[in-house]
């Protein structure tokens, strides 16, 4: 029997669609992940650009023990917009406590014998003390090549007394000339944060993919169904682009919200890009439309292939943290793009991303990697769980 003369196949995705939507929990979870993930992604991008700007903004504070010895050095600091502080005499302990407060970026003690030394041509001793565990590793390198570049100078002025050119400790010049754009150079550490937008998919569509095959078994209203005029293949078909539509809508209002929070951030601030406009997005997204076929048909076809409706949420949860893996790897490991990339789910919508929010000009086979495998790869599992769906074991649960 066919409705309105709409094949089979469509009157049970329309059905299955639309209970889904009258589910609460299917809709929390859809607001939840579309609006609160690019948030969590947002701030912690906003949070890296604070840290990365804070030393233009607010200066370094240093304490300096001793520094009356050295005042070409203070000086020196002061120029470089380091504020000098003088806590006075302090013992190691003292040093540890004021460090805790995180006040000061470091405490920056000279000898005693700091001006004795320095007078006879000798190495003069002056420590630097820090909290690794402060988060301002940045504001200390900038001390330390502070210290590096006072040293060279006082060097080179020794030198040029004695009558020896300074050139002569620099035999090399080296010339650098970065020819990356600003997305280029910084693909590696944003890649990562772009990957994570794409594993939602494998939540968006999962209550819909499992309520409507294991939990219809247990609830045995799957026997209805099969009982009506229509073959298994349509069945699953049905069940497989509802869950697959859910997980396309959720990931295009996902990255829309992304694109919106990402283009308002200025990420120049910590070299990274996004140069994305609504056109090339709209492609991104429509590209990434076979990852939601791939994701809801293997979904399905999990679930109908597990015993019992928690073995099926099991399961899902495996299949969602698979593809963490290539994404955490790949940076981990500093792999360039290479062509394979592309056929790899998620990975490939990944890299794609990655290449397209920075300019970067792709041919046309990471397109039809990224579309075909997984549109291969759902054929098989919808191939697969129609075969369950025959199968009489399957639906009396035996």
């Known amino acids: 029997m066919r409705v309105k003369n709409l094949p089979l ?43 990365g700007t804070r030393t233009g903004k607010a200066g370094i504070a240093l304490a ?73 590793r940045e504001q200390r390198l900038e001390v330390e090549s502070i210290l590096r570049d006072y040293a060279n100078g006082v060097a080179g002025a020794r030198l040029e007394a004695h009558g020896v050119s300074p050139a002569v400790l620099s035999p090399l010049r080296l010339e650098r000339y970065d020819t990356a754009g600003g997305g280029a150079g910084s693909s590696g550490r944003i890649g990562t944060m772009l990957g994570m937008f794409f594993v939602p998919v494998f939540l968006f569509g999962l209550s819909m993919a499992i309520d409507s095959t294991a939990g219809e078994r247990e609830r045995r209203s799957l026997e209805v169904l099969m009982a009506q005029p229509m073959r298994a293949r349509e069945l699953v078909v049905g069940k497989w682009l509802a869950a697959s539509a859910l997980a396309a809508i959720g990931l295009a209002l996902e990255l829309s919200v992304a694109h919106a929070i990402l283009s308002a951030l200025p990420l120049e601030e910590i070299g990274l890009s996004w140069r994305l406009g609504l056109p090339m997005l709209a492609v991104v997204i429509a590209a990434a439309l076979p990852l939601c076929l791939f994701v809801g ?14 073995e099926a949420q099991a399961s899902a949860t495996l299949v969602t943290v698979l593809p963490m893996v290539p994404l955490l790897a790949i940076p981990m490991l500093d792999l360039s793009t290479q062509p394979w990339m592309y056929a790899v789910p998620v990975l490939s919508n990944q890299t794609m991303l990655q290449s397209v929010a920075s300019h970067q000009a792709l041919g046309a086979l990471p397109w039809v990697l990224t579309c075909a495998v997984p549109l291969l790869l759902a054929w098989a599992a919808v191939a697969f769980a129609a075969r369950r769906m025959r199968s009489e074991q399957y639906v009396m649960g035996i």
């Open 9 to 51: 196949w469509i009157v049970v995705m329309t059905k299955e669609f639309t209970e889904a939507l009258r589910d609460k929990r299917t809709l929390g979870m859809l607001l939840m992940l579309t609006l609160v993930y690019p948030a969590v992604i947002g701030l912690i991008l906003h949070n890296m650009i604070d840290r």
């Open 297 to 310: 048909a293997l979904q399905v076809a999990m679930a109908m292939n597990s015993k019992t409706f928690k």
């Open 64 to 136: 300096v023990i001793g520094g009356a010895q050295a005042p070409t050095l203070l000086a020196q600091l002061r120029e470089k917009s380091v504020k000098v502080v003088d806590p006075g005499p302090l013992d190691e302990a003292d040093i540890q406590a004021l460090l805790r407060e995180k006040k000061v970026v470091g405490v920056l003690r000279l000898d005693p014998e700091f001006g004795h030394y320095y007078a006879e041509v000798r190495p003069a001793p002056l420590a630097l003390w820090f909290d690794s565990s402060a988060g301002s």
